[in-house]
């Protein structure tokens, strides 16, 4: 394979599908409202009492049944079903530009075999997980035998040594799998395995495109939660906690006030799943150009 991955294109994917596609991503953000909008409108009056019982003081308060009761299932299941429309539709978007019908929403063969090599995917993932988990347990155990009285340095000075090996280890297997939905999605069948040969020579790429998007989402949800916190936190006079002086000012917003927070809770949900979804479907289509439509041209 001898193209190669441009990083900057990659994080610009977002970007440039949101500006190419503002109709179909307004779309997907009314879909997530709709959802969100109605699991808290019908669950709204048992979490604004719980709410109240918690800035109130009362800390042994209990979760009224009908915050979890059939309403917040259903809205659960359509959540995770919305969600896996929503992650192919940005792939289709940026590997299939011409596919517009539907707002680029489908549930079908594709879709199906994203759902089971994520599935797939997390699986191996937990079972490196627990093997590095098993060889530093094994390691530190070994070492503190062998050592004896000296017991404690040696196994301070194995984790130092181990623990950043193995958990690189972990992170680039993650990286050498993380294809496997978009190539599942593009090829139309199970690639989980094919995504670790179709990476090879990339981890790097992949790495520094995981990074920058890392330190990007950390950096606004730092920004806007703060922001958003605080300004929660100051429009109570009468709370000395802040935590609890949030919780009575959400139990206390209006019709009007869930329904503006909705929408902008899905709209910044969407962007970021837009904009960590479309670097891996841009990365596939540099990878792979000779099957792929020329996006952005």
Do not use: C, D, H, K
């Given at each position: 394979m001898n193209q190669k991955i441009s990083v900057g294109e990659a994080l610009g994917a977002g970007f440039r599908l949101?500006?190419?596609?503002?109709?179909?991503?307004a779309a997907w953000c009314a879909a997530y409202l709709a959802v969100s909008a109605v699991s808290m409108f019908v669950n709204w009056d048992d979490t604004s009492a719980y709410y109240d019982a918690l800035a109130a003081g009362n800390g042994a308060a209990t979760?009224?049944?009908?915050?979890?009761?059939?309403?917040?299932?259903?809205?659960?299941?359509?959540?995770?079903?919305?969600f896996l429309a929503v992650y192919t539709a940005v792939v289709r978007a940026v590997l299939y530009p011409e596919e517009r019908r539907f707002f680029y929403l489908r549930l079908g063969m594709r879709e199906l075999w994203v759902a089971l090599s994520a599935v797939l995917a997390t699986l191996l993932w937990f079972v490196g997980y627990i093997v590095c988990a098993m060889v530093i347990g094994l390691g530190?155990?070994?070492?503190?035998?062998?050592?004896?009285e000296g017991g404690a340095l040696a196994v301070g000075i194995v984790m130092i040594v181990l623990v950043p090996v193995l958990l690189w280890a972990l992170v680039w297997a993650s990286l050498r799998l993380s294809m496997a939905t978009v190539m599942s999605f593009a090829e139309n069948r199970l690639r989980v395995l094919a995504s670790w040969r179709f990476t090879k020579g990339h981890a790097l790429a992949f790495f520094l495109v995981s990074l920058a998007l890392g330190i990007a989402a950390l950096v606004?949800?730092?920004?806007?939660?703060?922001?958003i916190l605080g300004g929660l936190a100051a429009g109570s006079t009468?709370?000395?906690?802040?935590?609890l002086a949030i919780l009575g000012q959400i139990s206390q917003m209006s019709a009007a006030a869930r329904l503006v927070s909705s929408a902008v809770i899905s709209v910044a949900y969407v962007g970021f799943l837009v904009m960590f979804?479309?670097?891996w479907a841009e990365m596939y289509r540099q990878l792979r150009p000779g099957s792929m439509a020329s996006t952005f041209d």
């Open positions: 949101i500006g190419r596609e503002p109709l179909a991503f979760i009224p049944a009908g915050a979890f009761g059939p309403a917040y299932w259903l809205s659960l299941l359509f959540s995770l079903v919305l530190i155990g070994l070492v503190g035998e062998a050592a004896g606004v949800f730092v920004v806007l939660f703060g922001v009468t709370q000395p906690n802040a935590g979804i479309a670097p």
